[in-house]
């Protein structure tokens, strides 16, 4: 089992931008996959972006394209999402997952381990 911390959540107005960190430990960082997915109360968790185990493939919604940006560094084990002109609808809480192969996927079910979540909020 790897082990998920993410971090950098907060309170920012519309047009702001955050970044997320996850730190991962337990297993080979390096031959994972990571996704960063987002919830909402009374919905489904919904896929964000996604990189490959080293970097070569991602995978963004359409929602935030153009605007969020996922990046990963092997030597820390850390994996982050840059986030550029925030919307009131991108407030949700964020989880970071590891996935045990090294393409990603854009759905939940794909990702093996999670992160307990970090509240993202946007005001208009």
């Known amino acids: 089992q790897v082990q998920l911390v993410e971090s950098g959540g907060g309170l920012v107005q519309a047009g702001g931008s955050l970044r997320l960190s996850c730190a991962a430990s337990g297993r080979t960082f390096s031959n994972e996959a990571m996704g960063w997915f987002r919830q909402t109360p009374g919905k489904e968790r919904e896929f964000v972006a996604a990189i490959s185990a080293r970097g070569g493939t991602i995978y963004y919604a359409d929602s935030v394209k153009g605007r969020f940006s996922i990046s990963r560094d092997n030597a820390k084990n850390t994996v982050w999402l840059q986030m550029n002109s925030l919307r009131p609808d991108d407030t949700a809480v964020y989880y970071c997952?590891?996935?045990?192969?090294?393409?990603?996927?854009?759905?939940?079910?794909?990702?093996?381990?999670w992160g307990q979540g970090t509240q993202v909020t946007v005001s208009s």
């Open positions: 997952a590891a996935r045990r192969f090294i393409n990603p996927v854009q759905v939940s079910v794909g990702y093996d381990d």
